[in-house]
């Protein structure tokens, strides 16, 4: 919930945007388009509302089509205690390095404010909705009040100026037509079975006729639905004052609409006989969220409506063109916030969505054990991918300590990091493993995954250093938000298992990124072993998650190079506390020995 929230909060900024340029060009246009075309411009605002509901798959496809990238973040930050590991060595390998192969280095980071403080305002957000909810309920009760009250009409004229005024206004379906005493001006409710209820007592035969006339309007147009829609829509979005105000102004549009159509069936002379009747029917504007729909208004809304009635003459047609051209321009400006909204979105961002061919699914889970895992590998010479367990292949997580690879190439591309002295100096911070409070080159950081190391290498690249060579690797979600020292840490940047082996082979075959000098570097640091003439290059990385949800998570990525042949892999897993890369590395060798590949 926590997430979509995010989501949603994010899109609102398009849809905020998109709301204010409806209300701009209403404004400057009010007096070259009309009254029905400037509704019709408020009705747009629907399409942008539903907009952050639209499941995200539909996003990935107009995505696609306009070729735009997701680039904002993820806000959807929970807290975490991290931890990164690294392989030295196992049984039969033949690096040399002297601790045992499995290691993991866990580092404590805070980050349960910004967990917290997402949760709390995802429930401020549903007990508003609850709250306005209840609200719309407390305000429309005297609709059932008023419903009950409703008697018969009996009255032969009215009753024939009824039938009359629905043929005129051409509308079938099932309509009743009743009076209260508790109303003191003609409504209409009902959405399935429409009541037009007039006031009860004295009411001219000519003030009859203009108002079920309105009425009838509404019911044609089918106001008491779009009313509940407006309602459901108030209350998702009862934070945003864009909404009530849009809605506010949609709602006098309506009636000057319906204003004019009764107009358009009456002759000029009989419009201030129409105008003189609202003025009989001033009265309290009805309540937020009134489901239903009243002739009457406020006093500054029976104004202008009755100004528009003074000014008004029938739509031509060169006046009817111009409505029909702004409304489509702005119908195409409200579709293009949807690729927009699809680059605000963290929802689509939690997600890459692989559209690869030469595709094999294989079922690994005995080798998983109870561990919630996915299994990536692509022959690199053959061009076929591997996939265990699609769905997580596809889901972007924390790269932890597999970053460190890239953020490894970035540095030697950049100058921040010399292959042949790569040697930097420890400034005295006491970490909680004595392996990283000393100096380090690159192979002794790699092997111990010394996250000071690849720190201080990323901060000298700088953020849009690091931005710009991420994009170019297309690597995960590209958001860089949580700082440049903690964003792959178990914070913003995020990256599916399939993005991890699409990235690997990449480093591989596009010498456009990398020069082949620094990935050979590369190589050589994340060299394990060697077995019957392959060799193991690998990276691992864990997370484990604690305050509101809790939880362990490990990578371990990497290739295994034959004498013809190449395969980029990456396993990850998930679930309970045990979820680590040292597992993790455990499962991907399982499965590359029963496959023949390692």
């Not at 002297?98 to 957000?125: C, H, K, M, N």
């Not at 009760?141 to 018969?152: D, G, M």
């Not at 250093?465 to 979600?477: C, F, H, P, V």
């Not at 914070?491 to 075959?509: F, G, R």
Request: hydrophobic letters at 45%; charged letters at 15%; proline letters at 3%.
């Amino acid at each position: 919930m926590s997430a979509f929230f995010t989501y949603f909060m994010m899109a609102n900024i398009a849809v905020s945007a998109g709301m204010a340029v409806i209300l701009l060009v209403k404004k400057r246009l009010d007096k070259h388009i009309s009254a029905r075309w400037q509704y019709n411009l408020s009705l747009l605002a629907f399409a942008l509302l539903v907009i952050p509901f639209i499941p995200s798959i539909f996003f990935a496809s107009v995505s696609s089509f306009f070729n735009i990238r997701s680039w904002m973040p993820i806000l959807g930050i929970e807290g975490a205690t991290l931890a990164s590991t690294t392989v030295s060595e196992v049984s039969g390998f033949t690096n040399g390095y002297a601790e045992g192969w499995l290691q993991d280095f866990a580092v404590s980071v805070d980050r349960l404010a910004p967990g917290y403080l997402l949760t709390v305002f995802t429930y401020i957000w549903i007990f508003g909705i609850v709250l306005f909810g209840a609200l719309a309920i407390f305000n429309n009760r005297h609709l059932w009040l008023i419903k009950e009250s409703v008697k018969p009409i009996d009255d032969k004229e009215i009753i024939a100026l009824f039938l009359e005024c629905r043929q005129a206004v051409c509308i079938k379906g099932s309509i009743t037509l009743g009076s209260s005493i508790l109303v003191k001006a003609p409504m209409t409710m009902g959405i399935f079975k429409s009541i037009i209820i007039l006031p009860a007592g004295e009411l001219s035969l000519k003030d009859a006729r203009y108002a079920i006339m309105h009425e009838l309007v509404h019911c044609k147009n089918k106001d008491i639905a779009i009313n509940c829609i407006m309602f459901l829509f108030q209350m998702l979005y009862w934070f945003n004052p864009i909404v009530h105000f849009m809605f506010n102004e949609m709602r006098l549009d309506r009636e000057l609409k319906c204003d004019a159509y009764v107009l358009d069936m009456l002759s000029g002379d009989l419009y201030v006989s129409y105008g003189e009747m609202l003025l009989n029917f001033v009265c309290t504007p009805p309540p937020a969220f009134c489901l239903a729909a009243k002739i009457g208004g406020s006093k500054q809304q029976i104004i202008k409506r009755v100004k528009h009635i003074a000014s008004y003459s029938a739509e031509s047609g060169f006046l009817k063109a111009k409505g029909i051209c702004v409304f489509v321009l702005l119908g195409i400006l409200v579709f293009m916030q949807i690729p927009i909204v699809s680059a605000l979105a963290a929802r689509d961002d939690s997600r890459f969505h692989f559209h690869g061919e030469n595709v094999q699914h294989m079922n690994l889970a005995p080798f998983f054990g109870d561990f919630e895992g996915s299994f990536v590998m692509y022959d690199i010479n053959a061009g076929i991918y591997t996939i265990h367990n699609r769905g997580l292949s596809e889901t972007r997580v924390s790269p932890f300590s597999t970053y460190k690879i890239i953020s490894t190439l970035i540095a030697l591309e950049t100058g921040m990091l010399d292959a042949s002295n790569s040697s930097r100096e420890w400034d005295g911070t006491v970490y909680p493993f004595e392996s990283w409070n000393q100096d380090h080159n690159l192979a002794s950081a790699m092997r111990y995954s010394v996250s000071w190391y690849f720190q201080d290498m990323d901060t000298q690249v700088g953020i849009n250093g690091l931005r710009s060579y991420l994009s170019r690797l297309s690597y995960g979600n590209l958001n860089l938000s949580g700082g440049i020292e903690d964003f792959w840490n178990g914070s913003t940047l995020a990256i599916s298992p399939l993005e991890q082996v699409m990235v690997l082979a990449s480093l591989l075959q596009d010498s456009s990124i990398f020069e082949a000098r620094h990935v050979d570097t590369l190589r050589d640091v994340l060299r394990l072993s060697e077995r019957d003439g392959a060799v193991l290059l690998g990276k691992t990385g864990t997370g484990f998650v604690s305050g509101w949800v809790t939880g362990s998570y490990g990578w371990f990525i990497g290739y295994v190079e034959t004498d013809d042949d190449v395969f980029a892999f990456a396993t990850y897993i998930q679930g309970g506390d045990n979820a680590r890369g040292s597992t993790a590395a455990e499962i991907a060798l399982s499965i590359l020995e029963d496959m023949g590949v390692y």
